[in-house]
């Protein structure tokens, strides 16, 4: 499968099989014309998958060397990225140096961000080896690392010039994880397409059993939702984009308050999710079953769809540090109905207060 990414000049092509490394030098030379290529993977994902990456780009006539980082949320970090700094002014990098981040979202953030700063920018082909970002963080040029105020505080966009899915490398990735990356899947049924959504709900056993037929065609699909949105608003312009960020803004900040790394992204993005659900009800946006049938098929895939009892005044705080806010108000995307939301900028903290209790488990 392929989905394209039309953004006129900078479009790319995003491969989707199961059928490992084999093709993927070949596609990295159709999307890079120099001949070094530097693969940024961690402890987890580099014994994996890393030795077959870098002998199908070395086929192709790169020329690849390696680092592998530490695996987790807190890697996410300019400490980090200084690191990725040194291993490219070592290597003596140039504009058509390939970057390859092979990992979930947090490489591929960190390494994306890597390459959008280092001589003002170098190509960089992902490989992502999570189910996470497979479907939605390896698509569509966010890249950023953390900082100890709020999290993705520091970043850029930065599209990559292809990315290779191979979801045979699903079969390796650790249940909880797996089950992470289903609450991005969900949520691309919540923001933008019912019968998606009730695809999910039908084949939810099959996803779950890692059944290759429904991993394809459900990250295709996702890939294909995202990039629909992203070639209309690539950088949050219209206001477009920020549907993507449906449940985000209550996630990050169960992230932040909860430590990095306490909660996995998908995890807090279903209690996010959960969230602004509750808010959408309270403000008549929706009926009640909406939100219950969102819930019942976070909870078959054994996600949480409440918060831990962290002090409240501190998540606020944090989302008044979300990128979407304006002149200080919240804006927060909620749902209308399944398959559809929209970013409301006129919520108060006492709503969102109000529905944080609510949400506590």
């Not at 159709?30 to 998958?49: F, I, K, M, Q």
């Not at 084949?203 to 065609?217: F, T, V």
């Amino acid at each position: 499968m392929h989905v394209r990414v039309d953004l006129k000049d900078r479009a790319y092509d995003i491969h989707i099989s199961s059928a490992g490394a084999s093709g993927l030098g070949a596609f990295a030379r159709e999307c890079c014309a120099g001949s070094r290529a530097l693969v940024v993977t961690d402890e987890h994902a580099g014994p994996r998958h890393e030795p077959a990456v870098t002998g199908s780009l070395e086929e192709s006539g790169f020329e690849v060397r390696s680092t592998t980082l530490p695996a987790g949320e807190a890697v996410k970090s300019l400490s980090s990225a200084s690191r990725l700094y040194d291993v490219l002014a070592d290597l003596h990098a140039d504009r058509k140096t390939l970057i390859v981040p092979l990992g979930g979202g947090v490489v591929g953030d960190l390494a994306g961000f890597v390459a959008a700063t280092f001589n003002r920018g170098l190509p960089m082909l992902m490989i992502p080896t999570t189910l996470l970002a497979m479907v939605d963080s390896s698509v569509g040029g966010k890249v950023g690392i953390n900082h100890p105020k709020a999290k993705n505080l520091i970043g850029a966009f930065h599209q990559p010039v292809g990315v290779w899915i191979d979801t045979a490398m699903l079969a390796t990735l650790p249940d909880r994880e797996y089950r992470s990356g289903l609450a991005e899947v969900v949520k691309y049924g919540m923001i933008l397409d019912a019968d998606f959504f009730s695809y999910v709900e039908t084949n939810a056993d099959a996803i779950l059993a890692r059944e290759p037929g429904r991993q394809r065609h459900a990250v295709a699909r996702c890939c294909r939702l995202k990039a629909d949105v992203v070639e209309k608003d690539e950088r949050e312009e219209t206001g477009l984009r920020a549907v993507l960020n449906y449940g985000h803004t209550f996630a990050h900040a169960f992230e932040t308050v909860g430590g990095y790394g306490h909660w996995l992204h998908g995890e807090a993005v279903a209690a996010g999710m959960a969230c602004a659900a509750r808010l959408a009800h309270r403000r008549g946006l929706m009926p009640a079953e909406i939100g219950e049938r969102q819930d019942k098929l976070l909870a078959r895939f054994n996600l949480p769809t409440k918060s831990e009892r962290w002090p409240i005044d501190e998540l606020l705080s944090v989302m008044r540090s979300d990128k979407k806010n304006v002149a200080g108000r919240l804006r927060l995307v909620l749902p209308k109905r399944i398959g559809e939301v929209a970013l409301f900028e006129d919520a108060t903290e006492d709503e969102v207060r109000q529905t944080l209790e609510q949400s506590r488990g």
